[in-house]
Structures are given as structure tokens and as C-alpha cells.
């Protein structure tokens, strides 16, 4: 069982992910901007984080390095709904 978290601003997305990934027997829980993604991140270690590039408070990429530095080292999944492959 992998604990995911998903950071996104789309609460029907994350709502829509942790289900799946739910029945899967995964561990998930969701942050809807970057502030409480941080906040989820450094209290709880994470396998893989779902990571949305424009949240309402910042791009998602800017939280890149932070994420790299923390202990459980989580594989990021970077996605997007803005249609611009150059963006993700």
C-alpha cells in the first residue's frame, strides 16, 4: 500500500483520485493548494505525490525542490488540466 497525496484545486479531481486510488488499497488524501500540500508533506511521509502545476496560490513546479528535500523522497506526477504540454 503506497500513501499518495494529491495536490490539486479541483476538489472533483481529488475527490475522483483518492477514490480510485482508494479501491486500489492505496493510502490517499488530497490538499487543494500548495500551502496545505507543504503542510501535508512535512507532517506525513508520502510515496507519490499527484502534483497540478496551477494551483490558486502559486504553480506547483516552485514546490519541486521543497518536496526532493524531504526525508521519504516521493516520486512527483506532475499534471495539468491548462492543455499546454510546455507547462507540465
Known amino acids: 500500500m503506497a500513501k499518495v497525496l494529491?495536490?490539486?484545486d479541483d476538489r472533483m479531481v481529488c475527490t475522483l483520485l483518492c477514490e480510485i486510488g482508494t479501491r486500489m488499497g492505496h493510502d490517499v488524501t488530497y490538499a487543494l493548494s500548495l500551502g496545505e500540500?507543504?503542510?501535508k508533506i512535512v507532517a506525513r511521509a508520502f510515496?507519490?505525490?499527484f502534483?497540478?502545476?496551477y494551483?490558486?496560490?502559486g504553480n506547483g513546479l516552485d514546490l519541486?525542490?521543497?518536496i526532493r528535500?524531504?526525508?521519504s523522497r516521493p516520486e512527483v506526477i506532475?499534471?495539468?488540466g491548462a492543455g499546454d504540454p510546455d507547462g507540465a
Open 78 to 80: 506532475i499534471f495539468t
Open 47 to 49: 510515496d507519490v505525490v
Open 37 to 39: 500540500g507543504l503542510r
Open 69 to 71: 528535500e524531504m526525508p
Open 6 to 8: 494529491i495536490i490539486d
Open 55 to 57: 494551483l490558486p496560490d
Open 64 to 66: 519541486l525542490p521543497e
Open 51 to 53: 502534483l497540478d502545476v
